[in-house]
T-cell receptor, first 109, second 114 residues
Framework: GQQLNQSPQSMFIQEGEDVSMNCTSSSIFNTWLWYKQDPGEGPVLLIALYKAGELTSNGRLTAQFGITRKDSFLNISASIPSDVGIYFCAGQEWADMRFGAGTRLTVKP | KAGVTQTPRYLIKTRGQQVTLSCSPISGHRSVSWYQQTPGQGLQFLFEYFSETQRNKGNFPGRFSGRQFSNSRSEMNVSTLELGDSALYLC?????????????FGPGTRLTVT
């Protein structure tokens, strides 16, 4: 199936700035997941969302499951250099699991 | 506790051959899922196993298969390799505990098909 539309593709920000990225789909999902991947490593699960409208935080990260079940966003507040990496969204509906192409985040000290 | 381990880490095969990749999950995790990651197609879900049964399957041809053993270790097999099968193959183990979902990925197996 078609992968998710994740934007932006890349971001260059200053340390301390807030970041926002989002994923949209033409299909509905019952679960949204956000991951971070560093070079040479597997993805790390950041946040899992299970309910439309749900807003969940994990430290400086906040993610929301869109009301339509077709979108989700991830915010990172007060970015730090170790936030550098590629962030992926994933939507899952039973056996159908799709990923966004990723947002590459660069943080300048 | 030990993380998810994948072996081998790197593999070079030629077209037409077959390959078997192995994944050892975190102790206590009964679900293992497999993913393919390529620069062109990104991350794609292959399949998920739970208690030795395939629970979900992505949109991949039958050349891609897997299995899970009673100790939750999993293997995936790709037969009749094609150049396009060159990719990073990731496995993840997971469980639902205390109302939350835990999932951990291994470092992946980098497969190159020549």
């Amino acid at each position: 199936g078609q992968q998710l539309n994740q934007s932006p593709q890349s971001m260059f920000i200053q340390e301390g700035e807030d970041v926002s990225m989002n994923c949209t789909s033409s299909s509905i999902f019952n679960t949204w997941l956000w991951y971070k991947q560093d070079p040479g490593e597997g993805p790390v699960l950041l946040i899992a969302l299970y309910k439309a409208g749900e807003l969940t935080s994990n430290g400086r990260l906040t993610a929301q499951f869109g009301i339509t079940r077709k979108d989700s966003f991830l915010n990172i507040s007060a970015s730090i250099p170790s936030d550098v990496g590629i962030y992926f969204c994933a939507g899952q509906e039973w056996a159908d699991m799709r990923f966004g192409a990723g947002t590459r985040l660069t943080v300048k000290p | 506790k030990a993380g998810v381990t994948q072996t081998p880490r790197y593999l070079i095969k030629t077209r037409g051959q077959q390959v078997t990749l192995s994944c050892s999950p975190i102790s206590g995790h009964r679900s293992v899922s497999w993913y393919q990651q390529t620069p062109g197609q990104g991350l794609q879900f292959l399949f998920e196993y739970f208690s030795e049964t395939q629970r979900n399957k992505g949109n991949f041809p039958g050349r891609f298969s897997g299995r899970q053993f009673s100790n939750s270790r999993s293997e995936m097999n790709v037969s009749t390799l094609e150049l396009g099968d060159s990719a990073l193959y990731l496995c993840a183990s997971s469980r639902t505990a205390g109302g939350g979902f835990e999932q951990y990925f291994g470092p992946g197996t980098r497969l190159t098909v020549t």
